[in-house]
């Protein structure tokens, strides 16, 4: 069969099993788009390509599958340049078809030319120029093998107009046909490794699961769940692993790193052992390095072995899936005759017997009570749950639901809106105060309900990531949380959301800031305001919500909360954008400041005096 190289691209996508992509065609991308008008897979029109870019990744991010995007040469592919440094950074399977160039022509500054693939040779796994048509079916392949595969990323296929225009005789792809050399993602652990890292688990005392975003890619959080209950192990989940774990469970101790709840952060700066899985020791969880767990001995488990003693190093490195290796980890445990002791009911019930345990546990014949998790760790969790008494996450909620400058209470704004929401509910966000306070007041029982940008902090990233996430999971409620500067880059998206029938629903929380940059100027640099305020009425986001085809509501007064989240959830046609006007004095505690020791961790003002104490009175 005769095929054009666009043809041949867009049977290639619907073999890999491709249902949608997001894009915006141009002069050198062009007759790629022309077979999408016969083709299965539906393609969502954005309306600026680093919006495609996102809504990829927000697809990817709720259904596992790798989001595809395409655009065209020059401007539009360089405008993909920061969904995928983003994906790069969070590991997300992220599939990048530009077009480029006349091959005759690159070279030759033409128009609309840019050398994609040198450009993002670092921040994409994999790229490919491709010269011949025939090498399509095989390139596709290989892309998407490579972006699902081993630790999971972006990858990029640049295909000059000329080799679309071109014919060639079209075949499947074998696995024999991949030429990948060098590529062989170690997936199973070392068997030696994972008795180490038992060994030293069953002798911890003060252990702590540093579970990763590694743990959702590895479709681990079932076997998470089962580690910690089996070993009564309390677990720490970071920004990228939001709902890993249940947030509900009594052995979860939330998020850690700068703006992490005080008896996370705390845990691992006293633990004896740290199980860091799919986790890298970012600077925003360690603090300042050398100063980091310092008691603690590390077993690291991590598919791709670049991470390993990178930062921190280990005294256990596990190159491997997480899913598999916790599963090994777990076969060990039987073997090495651990009871399935009590885990969680430890915490709930001091005196829970392995009869007592979830049906398909693995009861193994009892050891030694010292072995036992609930006697070994009582101590440990004693402590912890001192910690989660004394130092619970806090607001003046007794001052009212209006701050200081008479703004509504973001942590208000989104405990209503959690309540009001389904439990599995998704929820993108931005990056900044929102982003942060999202993280730690929303209660994430479920995995892929969390989308957000980690690693680089990428703002505007909320509005296309939520619009992605609605196409890859229409069955479930979205909501955005957004900050006003992040929401003004990237607000054009719902247009795209409109037209495209796609229900998001944004709550901006609307302090008139840049709010994470004023909360550090006014921490760090003497209250001196530098270019950080925005205005709460320009641009009008009602009037720019209602221009878009979307449903615009302002809420300026807490009894208004409520009843506006209850009208957004009703509205299930079209987008809505509520404005919530919220205090700017608001900060986001806990906080560690940039480049100290997490012990030196920033509580709530109304918690300071409690801390001073416990630190003059020599807390362990």
């Known amino acids: 069969m005769e095929l054009t190289g666009a043809q041949a691209l867009i049977k290639s996508l619907e073999a890999q099993g491709v249902e949608v992509m997001f894009g915006l065609p141009g002069g050198a991308i062009l007759p790629v788009y022309d077979p999408i008008l016969d083709s299965s897979i539906r393609h969502v029109l954005v309306r600026h390509e680093q919006g495609a870019g996102h809504m990829a990744e927000g697809y990817a991010q709720v259904t596992g599958r790798p989001g595809v995007v395409m655009v065209t040469s020059g401007p539009g592919a360089t405008n993909v340049v920061t969904p995928l440094a983003n994906a790069f950074m969070d590991s997300i ?86 030429d990948l050399p060098g590529y062989r993602p170690q997936m199973e652990g070392d068997p030696e490794a994972i008795q180490a890292a038992v060994d030293l688990l ?34 720490v989940t970071t920004l990228m692993a939001r709902g890993a774990f249940p947030d509900s469970h009594p052995l979860c101790l939330g998020m850690p790193g700068m703006h992490g709840n005080f008896t996370a952060v705390t845990s691992m700066q006293r633990s004896d052992l740290l199980i860091a899985l799919g986790s890298r020791f970012d600077d925003r969880v360690t603090g300042k390095v050398s100063d980091f767990a310092p008691g603690a001995k590390v077993i690291h488990v991590d598919i791709d072995p670049a991470e390993h003693n990178k930062v921190r190093r280990a005294d256990v490195a596990i190159a491997g899936d997480c899913r598999m290796v916790i599963d090994e980890m777990l076969a060990a445990l039987d073997a090495a005759g651990l009871p399935y002791d009590d885990g969680a009911r430890a915490v709930l019930d001091p005196a829970a017997t392995p009869a007592d345990a979830p049906a398909g546990a693995r009861p193994v014949p009892g050891t030694r009570a010292a072995d036992r998790p609930a006697e070994r760790l009582a101590e440990w969790r004693a402590q912890l749950a001192e910690w989660q008494r004394t130092f619970p996450l806090t607001y003046e909620a007794d001052a009212g639901a209006t701050g200081q400058g008479g703004g509504l209470k973001p942590q208000f704004v989104l405990e209503t809106l959690r309540d009001a929401t389904p439990s599995d509910t998704i929820v993108a966000s931005g990056v900044g105060q929102h982003q942060m306070f999202a993280s730690q007041w929303w209660r994430f029982d479920h995995p892929y309900t969390w989308v957000n940008s980690g690693g680089l902090g990428t703002m505007g990233f909320a509005v296309p990531a939520s619009i992605g996430a609605k196409v890859g999971r229409p069955d479930r409620m979205v909501w955005a949380v957004d900050g006003d500067g992040c929401f003004q880059m990237t607000a054009q998206e719902l247009v795209t959301a409109s037209s495209e029938r796609i229900p998001v629903k944004i709550a901006i929380l609307n302090n008139a800031y840049l709010g994470m940059v004023r909360q550090w100027q006014e921490m760090f640099y003497e209250e001196r305001y530098s270019e950080v305020y925005l205005s709460p009425d320009l641009p009008d986001y009602v009037g720019w919500a209602e221009a878009m085809g979307c449903v615009g509501l302002r809420v300026e007064s807490p009894d208004e909360v409520a009843p506006a989240i209850d009208k957004a959830n009703d509205i299930d ?18 906080m560690v400041p940039a480049g100290v020791s997490n012990d030196e961790i920033v509580v709530d003002p109304s918690q300071a005096a409690t801390l001073a104490a416990l630190r003059t009175g020599g807390a362990k």
Do not use: C
Not at 574 to 587: N, Q
């Open 573 to 590: 046609d079209r987008p809505v954008v509520i404005d919530f006007r919220t205090d700017a004095f608001e900060k986001v505690y806990p």
């Open 202 to 235: 069953l002798a911890a005392e003060r252990p702590v699961i540093y579970a990763g975003g590694g743990v959702l890619k590895a479709r681990a959080a079932g076997s998470l769940l089962e580690l910690a209950e089996r070993t009564g192990i309390p677990v």
């Open 93 to 178: 399977p992220l599939v990048a078809i530009t077009g480029q160039v006349p091959t005759s022509a690159i070279g030759t500054d033409a128009f609309q030319e840019s050398d994609i693939t040198g450009i993002t040779m670092g921040v994409t796994k994999h790229n490919w120029l491709v010269t011949d048509p025939a090498d399509l079916p095989r390139i596709v392949a290989e892309a998407f093998h490579v972006a699902t595969t081993g630790r999971p990323g972006p990858v990029l296929i640049d295909v000059p107009k000329d080799v679309s225009n071109a014919t060639m005789t079209w075949y499947e792809p074998s696995e024999a046909d991949l």
